[in-house]
């Protein structure tokens, strides 16, 4: 039983700026003086905003530990999806082939582009909860000695599940293959350093973990890989060495600028750095989570995955089996009370996520939990807990 009393007796403070936060994997909730440097307008060919675009590449480059200059940073117009379209168009010849490490949307999705690009690639699907794993990624490889390249999902979004990268880079590099990562939703708060972590080409977005705003993303890569990737891309506003070769000669983008965006960028990047680059961004989400999802467990919510798993980006929580619970209603309650929640994006069971990433720290966590404790009675649902068949599906295939 929920102690309705104890939740129902206060009400909650309003957000900053009367806005809900999102407890989204992104766009999220950003810092007021992160939406403070959009009040400006660029020149995309001024000197100011090219200096912008170099200090930001800098610092990009800065968070992968690159001490030797081996690494360039290669921002690109577009949404996350551009850049990994951008970095299997730019980095795997035409007559390459890609093992695709999946274990929820975002690695089917690198599958299907490759099947866009009209490239040969093989599948590796784990499901929704099961990560990928250095030996049998290393078996694959063994059985396919076409394979060139390997894409792993750093961590899974759609199911919040973090990905054994290290692990991974280190079969790739054993059987002599290339390593391509989509670190969307972690660069920034989960280390991916060069100096740790084999890898050619890594991708992520502005709107993640650094906490900028939707409008561009950004390769980094081994500049051999850079030099190789010239005249390979099937697309010409998509082709990384073309954007790149640019950039390095007039210091400017190729085409049109999100020049607000980056304004914001550099903001978020400052902020980040204050925090304590990857290592303090990290663990102010960790600490996010776990306030959120002890107190969620508390109410009787059950999460998809095992803690080994769990990231500190976004967690997956089973919807209740109560009858009264329907996650539209669910989620309109939670917005009143000022919290954007997402739907699950699994395959089988029914869920919705919360995400830990964005300006909020562990009080709004527990606010979140208050809020959804709230929602429940208002719902007159009087146990969070998971239908029976969920928790066998998830005893089945999570073995
Ligand atoms: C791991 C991962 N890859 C790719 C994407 C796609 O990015 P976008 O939605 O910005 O195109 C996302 C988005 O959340 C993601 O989390």
Same mark, same amino acid.
């Given at each position: +039983?929920? #102690?309705?009393?104890?939740?129902?007796?206060?009400? /909650?403070?309003?957000? !900053?700026? %009367? *806005?809900?936060?999102?407890?989204?994997?992104?766009?999220?909730?950003?810092?007021?003086?992160?939406?403070?440097?959009?009040?400006?307008?660029?020149?995309?060919?001024?000197?100011?905003?090219?200096? +912008?675009? #170099?200090?930001?590449?800098?610092?990009?480059?800065? /968070?992968?530990?690159? !001490?030797? %200059? *081996?690494?360039?940073?290669?921002?690109?117009?577009?949404?996350?999806?551009?850049?990994?379209?951008?970095?299997?168009?730019?980095?795997?010849?035409?007559?390459?082939?890609?093992?695709?490490?999946?274990?929820? #949307?975002?690695?089917?999705?690198?599958?299907?582009?490759?099947?866009?690009?009209?490239?040969?690639?093989?599948?590796?699907?784990?499901?929704?909860?099961?990560p990928p794993r250095g030996d049998e990624v290393a078996a694959a490889l063994d059985a396919d000695p076409a394979i060139t390249h390997v894409i792993a999902i750093h961590c899974e979004t759609s199911s919040g599940i973090l990905n054994p990268v290290a692990e991974i880079a280190e079969a790739v590099h054993a059987k002599g293959r290339k390593l391509l990562v989509d670190s969307m939703s972690a660069f920034g708060a989960i280390a991916l350093d060069v100096n740790e972590i084999r890898y050619e080409a890594m991708v992520s977005s502005a709107n993640k973990c650094i906490e900028g705003v939707p409008g561009f993303g950004f390769i980094i890569a081994r500049k051999t890989e850079l030099e190789a990737a010239k005249g390979r891309s099937h697309s010409l506003s998509l082709d990384v060495h073309a954007q790149w070769a640019h950039m390095n000669k007039s210091g400017q983008w190729r085409y049109t600028p999100p020049t607000h965006v980056v304004a914001a960028f550099l903001e978020a990047l400052r902020q980040h750095e204050a925090e304590g680059g990857v290592a303090g961004r990290g663990a102010r989400y960790t600490r996010n989570r776990d306030v959120m999802v002890a107190g969620m467990r508390e109410l009787g919510f059950e999460t998809l995955l095992k803690d080994r798993w769990l990231s500190p980006i976004?967690?997956?929580?089973?919807?209740?089996?109560?009858?009264?619970?329907?996650?539209?209603?669910?989620?309109?309650?939670?917005?009143?009370?000022?919290?954007?929640?997402?739907?699950?994006?699994?395959?089988?069971?029914?869920?919705?996520?919360?995400?830990?990433?964005?300006?909020?720290?562990?009080?709004?966590?527990?606010?979140?939990?208050?809020?959804?404790?709230?929602?429940?009675?208002?719902?007159?649902?009087?146990?969070?807990?998971?239908?029976?068949?969920?928790?066998?599906?998830?005893?089945?295939?999570?073995?």
């Open positions: +039983m929920l #102690a309705e009393t104890k939740f129902a007796a206060e009400p /909650l403070a309003k957000p !900053a700026l %009367g *806005e809900p936060y999102l407890l989204t994997p992104g766009p999220l909730t950003t810092a007021y003086s992160v939406k403070q440097a959009m009040l400006r307008d660029w020149g995309s060919w001024d000197g100011d905003f090219r200096a +912008m675009t #170099a200090d930001m590449r800098r610092r990009l480059l800065a /968070l992968t530990g690159d !001490a030797k %200059g *081996e690494f360039d940073c290669v921002p690109m117009q577009g949404s996350g999806s551009f850049c990994v379209e951008a970095m299997l168009g730019s980095f795997v010849p035409g007559d390459g082939k890609v093992l695709v490490l999946a274990n929820g #949307a975002y690695g089917l999705r690198a599958a299907q582009t490759m099947q866009y690009l009209g490239r040969a690639y093989t599948l590796i699907d784990k499901g929704d909860y099961l976004i967690v997956t929580f089973f919807n209740p089996a109560h009858p009264n619970f329907t996650f539209d209603r669910f989620y309109e309650l939670m917005k009143d009370k000022g919290f954007i929640i997402y739907p699950g994006k699994l395959t089988v069971v029914d869920s919705f996520r919360v995400g830990c990433i964005g300006q909020m720290d562990e009080h709004v966590m527990r606010r979140v939990v208050e809020a959804a404790a709230l929602s429940l009675h208002e719902m007159g649902v009087d146990t969070a807990a998971p239908p029976a068949a969920a928790i066998a599906e998830r005893a089945k295939l999570a073995a």
